[in-house]
């Protein structure tokens, strides 16, 4: 009961000394005294516009700054993508390259054979032969064997064997960095190709040219990166 006794003699008297300054500031005619009721108000204006701009900044990005993360978000993507297949073009490159040397390792274990068994004239078939039945285990994206095929006769990322030509075929999938040479198609042609030498010995060299190794190399030229 006691606080609220001062509570009220407090209002009382800054009622009387509000009522006292009003009457100085009007009536008195000293400009020097502001309007307690126009500061008030410009105070409380003042308040309302720092109140909304703390509202407007606590939503939310605004619309430049949402483009400016759009274009970033855009632009790193992009360069990651390009990454991705760049690397994905890459491992084609070596996995074909994988098969490759295998089937040079068993056209050189036949060979061998061939040569230990006394067997030299089965050569000739050899060269004519379809490189995969060398191999004791396919590739998993060896597609067959098909005559004179095209680029539609197995999907990219496969091996194929040219009955016309007797050539091995691997159709690229990711070609972005292949120069494939002169028939400008997205694939790489290998065939069998034997290594041929005169004698060096004084009393052979009149002698036809002998087999001295046989390869397994592409039919043109190309470059891949």
Do not use: C
């Amino acid at each position: 009961m006691r606080f609220r006794i001062k509570d009220q003699g407090s209002r009382i008297k800054d009622q009387a000394s509000l009522s006292r300054v009003r009457e100085r500031g009007w009536g008195g005619g000293n400009s020097s005294i502001v309007n307690p009721e126009r500061s008030s108000r410009s105070l409380s204006h003042g308040n309302h516009t720092a109140y909304l701009l703390r509202v407007q900044s606590s939503k939310g990005f605004t619309l430049i700054e949402l483009i400016v993360v759009i274009i970033i978000i855009v632009t790193l993507m992009g360069f990651f993508m390009n990454r991705v297949s760049f690397y994905q073009e890459q491992a084609e490159k070596v996995a074909m390259e994988g098969v490759v040397g295998a089937i040079q390792s068993a056209l050189i274990l036949q060979y061998g054979q061939l040569q230990t068994r006394g067997k030299s004239s089965d050569i000739a078939t050899l060269i004519q032969d379809n490189p995969m039945n060398w191999m004791q285990k396919k590739p998993a994206n060896y597609a067959g064997e098909f005559f004179e095929p095209t680029l539609k006769s197995a999907s990219s990322g496969n091996w194929i064997f040219d009955l016309k030509t007797r050539e091995m075929v691997y159709l690229v999938r990711n070609g972005t960095h292949l120069n494939p040479g002169a028939g400008h198609q997205p694939w790489i042609r290998f065939h069998v190709v034997t290594q041929l030498e005169l004698s060096r010995l004084p009393s052979l060299q009149n002698n036809p040219p002998e087999l001295t190794g046989i390869l397994f190399e592409p039919v043109e030229s190309y470059t891949w990166f």
